[in-house]
């Protein structure tokens, strides 16, 4: 079972940014927090990941709350392209699997 | 910038028949993985392979499901015998390492009849 907790839905208005939050209160010291998102049945497309900084990329920000047990991932820019399902996936660097496991996300729907 | 392919994007099939996916990793990922998607559900893992060998696979991977990386760049999933639950998108990924980021294909939509 994912080991993330994220809402359902949620709306976000063009041009304004898009902040998804995801609990993940179990999270331990080694594990990584990871975002994809799936448009309309697409692949799952990576976005950005982290430990415990914030980091940045191209295509958003992750802020991890200093406790690490949530974070948020920011689209500063929202367009309508962003409509996607969002999934937030923790994921261990030096245990014994590789697979990802995916939750059901947040459907980030992105109004003109 | 290097991506994931699949082919065929679409395949329809009659029950009980065999159906090869083919995937082109990114050329110099060494870790590979098949994940399914049934329409409306999650996205669940089937099966890794590393070094011409599963290294993990779930419990939806049973004996009718087969990987082969044939040559030097493709890696295929084989479904010998194919149901109707079988329908579902099928999404080739593809890492560096074991545990480097992921990147996926586009998919093949597999319908079952």
């Known amino acids: 079972d994912a080991k993330t907790t994220q809402p359902t839905s949620m709306d976000c208005a063009e041009g304004r940014a898009a902040n998804l939050p995801c609990n993940h209160s179990?999270?331990?010291?080694?594990?990584?927090v990871y975002w994809y998102r799936q448009i309309h049945s697409q692949g799952p497309q990576y976005i950005i990941h982290?430990?415990?900084n914030n980091e940045t990329n191209e295509m958003a920000s992750l802020i991890i709350t200093e406790d690490r047990k949530s974070s948020t991932l920011i689209l500063p820019h929202a367009t309508l392209r962003d409509t996607a399902v969002y999934y937030c996936i923790v994921r261990v660097h030096g245990g014994a699997t590789n697979k990802l496991i995916f939750g059901t996300g947040t459907l980030l729907a992105v109004q003109p | 910038e290097p991506e994931v392919t699949q082919t065929p994007s679409h395949q329809v099939t009659q029950m009980g028949q065999e159906v090869i996916l083919r995937c082109v990793p990114i050329s110099n990922h060494l870790y590979f993985y098949w994940y399914r998607q049934i329409l409306g559900q999650k996205v669940e893992f089937l099966v890794s392979f590393y070094n011409n060998e599963i290294s993990e696979k779930s419990e939806i991977f049973d004996d009718q499901f087969s990987v082969e990386r044939p040559d030097g760049s493709n890696f295929t999933l084989k479904i010998r015998s194919t149901k109707l639950e079988d329908s579902a998108m099928y999404f080739c990924?593809?890492?560096?390492?074991?545990?480097?980021?992921?990147?996926f294909g586009p998919g093949t939509r597999l319908l079952v009849l």
């Open positions: 990924a593809s890492s560096g390492q074991g545990l480097e980021t992921q990147y």
């Open positions: 179990t999270i331990s010291g080694n594990e990584y």
């Open positions: 982290g430990l415990k």
